[in-house]
């Protein structure tokens, strides 16, 4: 009886004990809408656009707890002064106090950016600014614009923007900017706080944070006109959406100010100025001297050997186009010599930045391994058989490793410079069927070019889908360590015809008398560059796959993208992208028309292959995911040629091997 009173009393106390646990545990509370609204503004001491403004703190408060992030990369103030502002954020509110005293009679501008955002979600405030006056009259007008980088498009984020009312070409290296921004993700740029007049507008990526272009290192952007800012009034007409059901709800017209201008491209480039020195220098063996510069260089250092000036002839020389990474293959006589000192006499960077005659005097030691005494044999491991001594070759090697490309030479290397080489010793084998049998056409090597004395191509008609084997006959090349090759074989095969694709552009607007070229992109990285001949821009012998495409005005010719310069005032040549991605299948011939000012500069490049990319709003990146696009074109199922039987398995529509294209 008393275990069933208890029972009893445990089962009516159980229900309350678990309500009472509920009520104690501490969790979060459910349901209610995620937080995706940024900050409001509420109030600020001064007021916004306030007049006469004599204190020199500033406070803003907001509807919620802010931080402010990122303080010295996103706000900036206009004018700049000595001192830079410290911002900082407590509760709701965000402070500014000035260190310097504030200028008479001037309108201040502190631009955030997006750096204050709410405490809890880090929704993120864009494109707040506030403006206030020290003296009786306020500057409202702005210029708005987008920085873009000039060869690849790409949006320059927290890129320094200024304005200057000196129109002289020297404010730029030597002035402050008088009023600044900075670009936000998008590379969009508003400078405010403007007074009437007339300006011209540069971009700096300003690493040395004086405002201004004092480092030939730094990136920069200008305008070719000045500009002079105005503002209008005029009416436009607001859709307002219903939030729940998408359709359009009201239609309103009211009256703003337009601030121009509000669409300045500004291209940025970097000079590409380095600081030269000799940067690395080292005996790679005893074979070989290797330099490393800082820059390239028009011309190459005078080299010689330190007692022994006169000496000719004691090198060859390796090196790339730019002059900056040089290999000196030692002649033998000095290929024995342990402790080697050269003088090298060349321009290097000075102290104002300008090249001036320098001497380094360099020694390099070559430590040599120690030579092992042979191990007396045992009596019953003597023999009378004597054993051939072994001999050092020349290494060869095929550069390009793999199958061989039917529109290509093909490169061979050798380990050393050569002193000889006889062209006769190389052959050539078609596999047919099973049985090798000898080319029509025997390979003759030819040294490659100018700047690598060990490499030679062999320029050779190749078919399509064929197995070729190349023999070098030993002691064919001589390298000027006296080594020779040995018997070199090896078998390769060319691809099928039905592997290649060809891609044309026809291009318009281009211009008739300005030299182009296009470079055909694996994202955004160049596989190819051509020549645009008569607005056609062609690609043959492709490997299927997807594509993307930057077309250049070359306007010196020179077939290379040149950046500007600003001592010139030459801008960067100016670059277009096809504004969609390219997909191409086997065996197939495509062509796009591609008008260059069809879509707006900003918009060309595709968002598939930007890397600077801005961060997606909350409230749309979930409508964004939903509704996302591909930027890939429809793919067409099977590639139809009229010109060909259908019935006949050997009309085949052969890719000539000269074109590429499909006949």
């Given at each position: ?43 600020s ?29 996103k ?60 003296g ?9 614009g ?12 927290g ?50 944070n ?24 005029e ?154 001594p ?20 093909m ?11 006889d ?18 056409t ?42 020779h ?5 090896k ?85 277009y ?87």
């Amino acid at each position: 009886m008393h275990d069933s009173h208890n029972t009893l009393k445990y089962l009516l106390l159980a229900p309350l004990a678990l309500l009472l646990a509920a009520c104690a545990s501490i969790g979060n509370p459910s349901g209610g809408p995620r937080d995706e609204d940024p900050p409001r503004f509420v109030r600020s001491n001064p007021a916004p656009g306030s007049l006469n403004v004599k204190r020199d703190k500033i406070e803003i408060d907001f509807d919620e707890i802010v931080n402010v992030k990122d303080v010295f990369t996103k706000v900036v103030v206009s004018p700049v002064s000595k001192s830079v502002p410290r911002v900082s954020s407590q509760g709701h509110k965000v402070t500014v106090q000035f260190e310097d005293t504030l200028r008479a009679n001037t309108t201040y501008t502190i631009d955030f950016g997006n750096a204050i955002e709410d405490n809890n979600e880090g929704n993120k405030l864009q494109g707040f600014a506030y403006t206030f006056s020290t003296g009786p009259t306020l500057d409202t007008l702005r210029i708005s614009g987008m920085v873009l980088d000039s060869k690849d498009l790409e949006p320059q984020q927290g890129m320094l923007v200024g304005a200057y009312s000196n129109l002289s070409d020297t404010a730029f290296k030597t002035l402050p900017m008088e009023r600044v921004a900075k670009t936000d993700d998008r590379g969009r740029f508003t400078i405010r706080g403007l007074a009437p007049g007339t300006y011209r507008v540069f971009a700096l990526q300003d690493v040395d944070n004086d405002y201004r272009w004092a480092n030939p290192e730094e990136n920069l952007a200008f305008l070719d006109v000045t500009v002079s800012p105005t503002a209008t009034r005029e009416e436009t007409t607001d859709s307002i959406f219903n939030l729940k059901t998408g359709e359009l709800d009201t239609v309103k017209t009211r009256t703003r100010t337009v601030y121009l201008p509000n669409d300045i491209l500004l291209r940025s480039f970097n000079t590409g100025y380095k600081s030269q020195y000799l940067e690395k220098y080292e005996r790679t063996d005893s074979t070989r001297i290797f330099l490393k510069f800082g820059a390239p260089a028009a011309g190459l250092p005078k080299v010689s050997v330190v007692g022994a000036p006169d000496m000719k002839d004691w090198y060859v020389m390796e090196r790339n186009a730019a002059n900056d990474s040089l290999i000196y293959w030692l002649r033998p006589t000095l290929v024995a010599t342990d402790t080697l000192r050269l003088r090298v006499d060349y321009l290097r960077t000075d102290s104002l930045r300008q090249l001036s005659a320098a001497t380094d005097t360099l020694r390099f030691i070559t430590n040599r391994p120690k030579v092992k005494k042979a191990k007396k044999k045992k009596e019953e491991e003597k023999s009378d058989s004597v054993s051939a001594p072994k001999i050092r070759l020349l290494n060869v090697r095929i550069v390009d490793d793999g199958a061989q490309e039917v529109w290509k030479p093909m490169t061979l290397e050798f380990e050393h410079p050569l002193s000889r080489l006889d062209t006769a010793a190389f052959h050539m084998e078609v596999k047919v069927d099973t049985v090798w049998k000898p080319a029509d056409t025997q390979p003759v090597p030819i040294p490659a070019d100018t700047l690598s004395p060990r490499r030679y191509i062999i320029d050779y008609p190749w078919s399509y889908e064929t197995t070729y084997r190349l023999t070098v006959d030993s002691l064919a090349a001589e390298g000027i360590y006296g080594f020779h090759n040995g018997k070199y074989t090896k078998e390769f095969s060319t691809k099928k015809e039905d592997d290649y694709c060809t891609l044309t552009f026809n291009i318009s607007n281009g211009g008739d008398t300005i030299p182009a070229f296009v470079e055909l992109l694996n994202g955004d990285n160049p596989v190819r560059r051509v020549k645009v001949e008569n607005g056609v821009a062609f690609f043959p012998f492709l490997a299927p796959g997807k594509y993307n495409a930057r077309y250049y005005e070359d306007f010196n010719g020179n077939g290379l993208y040149d950046a500007g310069d600003y001592d010139s005032l030459r801008q960067p040549d100016l670059v277009y992208y096809y504004p969609k991605s390219v997909n191409i299948k086997k065996n197939w011939d495509k062509t796009e028309s591609w008008d260059l000012f069809a879509t707006a500069i900003d918009m060309m490049k595709p968002e598939a292959i930007k890397k600077n990319k801005p961060e997606a709003d909350k409230r749309n990146r979930q409508r964004m995911k939903d509704n996302k696009e591909s930027d890939e074109e429809d793919e067409e199922e099977e590639y139809f040629d009229p010109t060909r039987n259908p019935f006949d398995p050997n009309d085949r529509g052969r890719r000539d091997r000269n074109t590429g294209r499909l006949r």
